[in-house]
């Protein structure tokens, strides 16, 4: 399976830890995304990378928020000093910029559960 | 900023029988695209169908189309001969063109049930 994966599928962590998620995106898609989706709300769009250019960050993401693609790859998501509204679903998509306004790809997700 | 409306959290249908998902948008912009993702139980995101703003005519995929009404900002879809696969949520976002990051906005999303 080529898709977009993501690790860990599920994280349960204590309020006030740091966690990392991680985002394998389709080979050769230079465009990825990342997401959060709460209960019973639509995906809402955190930040996106272009190669390993970090280029837009939404209001959302907080200065506890940091996100990298070191190699134009792989990308990770730190949240630091997690907070119990943090838990959420996580969304990595990515997309190939060669075929222009582009269909994005997602992966299953990283649910984070604050304690 | 665009926002995206699903007025329907939860819907239902008899296999083989037809259901269509409504979805509105509001945006100031005039070259877009529009999407409706399915996201099954504990699976991940797929695309169903896109409409570029510029096209008149309504995209169709297999038993998948669209009722696209850009001056009434409407963006429906209609699924034909449900199957019980079909069983997810329904998402409807916008995609706003031009430079920037083409991120998607997305609704609330639509809980479809196909009831064998």
């Known amino acids: 399976d080529t898709g977009v994966s993501q690790n860990p599928r599920h994280k349960i962590t204590k309020r006030g830890q740091n966690v990392t998620f991680r985002c394998d995106p389709i080979s050769e898609h230079n465009r990825l995304y990342w997401y959060r989706q709460t209960l019973g709300q639509g995906p809402e769009f955190l930040t996106y990378f272009q190669n390993e250019a970090q280029l837009e960050k939404s209001r959302l993401l907080s200065d506890r928020f940091s996100a990298e693609r070191p190699k134009g790859s792989f990308s990770t998501l730190e949240i630091q000093r997690t907070e119990q509204g943090d838990s959420a679903m996580y969304l990595c998509a990515s997309s190939l910029l060669a075929q222009g306004p582009d269909t994005q790809y997602f992966g299953p997700g990283t649910r984070l559960t604050v304690l | 900023a665009q926002t995206v409306t699903q007025s329907q959290p939860e819907m239902s249908v008899q296999e083989a029988e037809t259901v269509t998902l409504s979805c509105t948008y509001d945006?100031?912009?005039?070259?877009?695209?529009l999407f409706w993702y399915k996201q099954p139980p504990s699976r991940q995101m797929i695309l169903v169908i896109r409409q570029e703003a510029y096209k008149q005519q309504n995209a169709t995929e297999n038993r998948f189309s669209v009722n696209f009404q850009k001056a009434a900002k409407s963006f429906s879809l209609k699924i034909s001969d449900s199957q019980l696969g079909d069983t997810a949520m329904y998402f409807c976002a916008f995609m706003k063109l031009g430079a920037g990051s083409y991120q998607l906005t997305f609704g609330k999303g639509t809980k479809l049930s196909v009831i064998p």
């Open positions: 945006t100031s912009e005039s070259n877009y695209y």
